[in-house]
């Protein structure tokens, strides 16, 4: 149980396109739900939390212009990265809260985004 | 802010040795800390989870130990395997609020 997806796994696209990133929750509700970036050989950057029904909170220095989350449901977040460049490749890995445990997040397998 | 901060940030021993991995932090006031393993271009793996109430947390090989007051966390992963190369991270939960603070990770590699 406390599975985790994401689709795409993987994404090349064209400098200026707008790219979304889903992730789902597949045998749990999850009222919350966090992205993260991660650049190679670093660690992982929280860049917003994502809470089902309103709108999202991000860190500080992330655009949220730029990076438009919705949280639509309790089982799905989705991240669109809008206008993409070549500085916004990365790898994006989203975790999902159980409703009610506090300490219980779950991973999903990452987005490697590729921006050319 | 809290930091967290992981020595070594990478390591190579043969196949059989001990590993010891080092995460600190610096603000106590912590709810529980995790350890975590990645595999290159892969999601996160959850390997032990202590909370700040507890001292250490075991499972098979792998060992944690907390020390709240001292900023300070231990993962010790005993006969290591090749198959234990990976990326291993720590990762602090504020007692406060529900964000994860990560360390940049310690790289290991187990030769065989």
């Known amino acids: 149980g406390a599975v985790v997806s994401q689709h795409p796994s993987w994404v090349i696209c064209k400098s200026g396109t707008s790219v979304k990133i889903e992730c789902r929750s597949l045998d749990f509700q999850a009222t919350t739900m966090f992205w993260y970036r991660q650049f190679p050989k670093q660690s992982l950057m929280l860049m917003a939390t994502s809470n089902e029904g309103s709108k999202a909170t991000y860190e500080q220095g992330v655009e949220k212009d730029k990076f438009l989350i919705n949280h639509a449901s309790l089982t799905l977040s989705t991240l669109t990265v809008t206008s993409a460049h070549p500085e916004d490749s990365s790898f994006y890995i989203c975790?999902?809260?159980?409703?009610?445990?506090?300490?219980?997040?779950?991973f999903g397998p990452g987005t490697r985004l590729t921006v050319l | 802010k809290q930091e967290v901060t992981q020595i070594p940030a990478a390591l190579s021993v043969p196949e059989g040795e001990n590993l010891v991995l080092n995460c600190s932090f610096t603000d106590s006031a912590i709810y529980n800390l995790q350890w975590f393993r990645q595999d290159p271009g892969k999601g996160l793996t959850s390997l032990l989870l202590?909370?700040?109430?507890?001292r250490e947390q075991t499972s098979g090989r792998l060992n944690a130990s907390l020390d709240k007051s001292s900023g300070r966390s231990t993962l010790y992963i005993a006969a290591s395997q090749p198959g234990d190369s990976a990326t291993y991270l720590c990762a602090v939960l504020k007692a406060a609020g529900n964000k994860l603070t990560f360390g940049g990770g310690t790289r290991v590699l187990v030769k065989p």
């Open positions: 975790s999902a809260r159980v409703s009610g445990l506090r300490d219980t997040q779950y």
């Open positions: 202590i909370q700040s109430s507890q």
